[in-house]
């Protein structure tokens, strides 16, 4: 559990800017396991957190505020704001991690950090190697245990808080409601990608801040392409049309996935294929409602 972790050394590191061409970059989201121990929303952050006295220390590296930058980028949270609006028990500048390092992490026997991080590679692995070689004794961590963090952490998210709960629940409502826009609109001759502007606009005007993952809108065969996402296809009448889209709301997606006919209603095979689908379903809920199932589609 988290008390666990916090008796120990942990060492984090957020995600990064990804850039697809010279001055433009995809759309930032913070990296998941980062999220959920700082709630910092920036790139190319650090985060070292220790006990001390019982008590569990949250030291940040952030993003400085720099006024030519923000100018092209918006408006940065900064070292003061990681204290007074992050809850950050010390912030420093990111440019300060290598510096700062081995004085926040000595004395601790167990450190515990993401051997899957690119950071890990260019920072942790090459700092420790450097200053604190295997075979010196009595340098501040020279001795310590290494352990991978990411597995810990996982277990953790395993078990939700009540507000992650309402979180996961408000994603799976806007999911809702986005899937339910797509097949009232949907119908031969528009292309995939229409139907799923359609249902993405709904997510967006209902909170979400981002797609849970790219949107499979998928007519006719291109429904049995299992990640499918090129959604430029021109839907069919008499074909099915499989949606596999998500909202996330506050870091938390929903995951969903309908099929229905593209035109008004299924032909005899399409209803029978969707009769067991249903049956299997409603049984493995342990309910008995494949009769009132049945009826309704007849």
């Known amino acids: 559990g988290l008390g666990d972790v916090y008796k120990r050394q942990v060492v984090l590191h957020g995600g ?4 697809r061409n010279a001055d433009t970059w995809y759309p930032f989201r913070q990296n998941s396991y980062f999220h959920y121990l ?5 790139p190319d ?3 070292i957190i220790r006990i001390k006295k019982g008590k569990p220390e949250l030291f940040v590296f952030v993003l400085e505020k720099n006024e030519e930058m923000e100018t092209w980028d918006g408006k940065r949270i900064g070292v003061e704001g990681a204290e007074k609006e ?18 926040l992490v000595k004395g601790h026997s167990n450190i515990y950090l993401d051997y899957s991080s690119k950071d890990f590679e260019e920072l942790d692995k090459k700092i420790i190697e450097k200053s604190l070689p295997y075979d010196q004794r009595g340098a ?12 810990i952490l996982s277990e953790m998210r395993l078990v939700k808080k009540e507000e992650e709960l309402e979180k996961l629940t408000k994603a799976c409502e806007i999911t809702t409601e986005g899937h339910i826009a797509a097949m009232a609109y949907a119908k031969p001759g528009l292309y995939e990608y229409q139907v799923a502007a359609e249902m993405e606009s709904v ?10 993952y790219p949107s499979i809108v998928a007519g006719g065969a291109n429904s049995c392409v299992l990640h499918y996402s090129t959604n ?9 049309l499989l949606i596999d889209a998500a909202a996330e ?6 995951d969903v996935t309908r099929t229905f006919p593209v035109s008004d209603s299924f032909s005899r095979e399409q209803k029978d294929v969707y009769i067991a689908v249903s049956y299997t379903h409603l049984r493995a809920h342990e309910t008995d409602s494949y009769l009132v199932c049945r009826l309704l589609l007849e």
Do not use: C
């Open 232 to 240: 430029r296809e021109v839907l069919k009448g008499g074909d099915l």
């Open 249 to 254: 709301y506050n870091m938390y997606s929903s």
């Open 140 to 151: 501040g961590y020279s001795n310590a245990n290494i352990f991978p963090i990411l597995p």
């Open 203 to 212: 997510f967006y005007k209902l909170g979400a801040e981002r797609l849970g």
């Open 86 to 103: 992050y809850g950050a028990t010390k912030a420093y500048p990111n440019t300060e991690y290598q510096k700062r390092f081995e004085d």
């Open 45 to 47: 952050a650090h985060a």
């Open 16 to 19: 990064k800017i990804q850039y």
């Open 38 to 42: 700082t709630s910092w929303p920036e």
